[in-house]
């Protein structure tokens, strides 16, 4: 069974700034996806950013990019220039990749409460 | 496009009572998975449909229950409801990948439920 490690349960920057969440996974696939969530207090789930564990270089999206450390099984988001609308709880989860016979659900951590302050 | 859907969006009922929860797929998907988040913590996995299947189990009795129909929407179903069972009730659809291993997709969520049992 797959494990995810969030490890900071709240985090407070100001905007503008740089943030950094921790992510850390535990599991003997070889083969498998990270993403990371946001849900608003609207509470629906969006996509932020997806990563393909074969895949060595960092997935980056406009303000968001990982550090994928595969050998570390740490998986950590980082936004820049950091935006009031970033305010959310944030979900690291792993998926196992298909191999056929159909995919495992998404397995997520806690969570992490990012708050920007004006 | 519409997204997914889920219906209704806050439900109360009481303990021992049975529930249906509804949920349409973004349109072009063909596979519903569905989660239950407590308050506070990350989704856990329920199962996943996919053919009117179901594919993928977690870690779930038997008084949850699911059907998917023809035309890919879903029902999570709950009987015997205990008051442990109030939570938010996401579903996520996606479509299968048409390669073999290496080939992944995003889940995109719905709003989900909010079942209270009293």
């Known amino acids: 069974a797959q494990t995810v490690t969030q490890s900071q349960p709240e985090m407070s920057v100001q905007e503008a700034e740089t943030v950094t969440l921790s992510c850390t996974y535990d599991t003997s696939e070889n083969n498998y996806y990270l993403f990371w969530y946001k849900q608003p207090p609207s509470r629906q789930m969006i996509l932020v950013i997806r990563?393909?564990?074969?895949?060595?270089q960092n997935a980056t999206e406009n303000r968001f990019s990982v550090n994928f450390q595969k050998a570390a099984k740490s998986f950590s988001l980082k936004i820049s220039d950091s935006q009031l609308g970033d305010t959310a709880m944030y979900f690291c989860?792993?998926?196992?990749?298909?191999?056929?016979?159909?995919?495992?659900?998404?397995?997520f951590g806690k969570g992490t409460h990012l708050i920007i302050q004006p | 496009d519409a997204g997914v859907t889920q219906s209704p969006t806050h439900l109360i009922k009481t303990r021992g009572q049975q529930v249906t929860l509804r949920c349409s797929p973004k349109s072009g998907h063909d596979t519903v998975s569905w989660y239950q988040q407590a308050l506070g913590q990350g989704p856990q996995f329920i199962f996943q449909?996919?053919?009117?299947?179901?594919?993928q189990r977690g870690n779930f009795p038997d008084r949850f229950s699911g059907h998917q129909f023809p035309n890919y929407s879903s029902e999570l179903n709950v009987n015997a409801l205990l008051l442990g069972d109030s939570a938010l009730y996401l579903c996520a659809s996606s479509s299968r990948p048409t390669g073999s291993v290496g080939r992944g997709t995003e889940a995109f969520f719905g709003q989900g439920t909010r079942l209270t049992v009293v």
């Open positions: 990563q393909e564990a074969y895949k060595q």
């Open positions: 989860a792993f998926m196992k990749g298909y191999s056929g016979g159909g995919a495992d659900g998404l397995t």
């Open positions: 449909y996919y053919e009117e299947e179901e594919r």
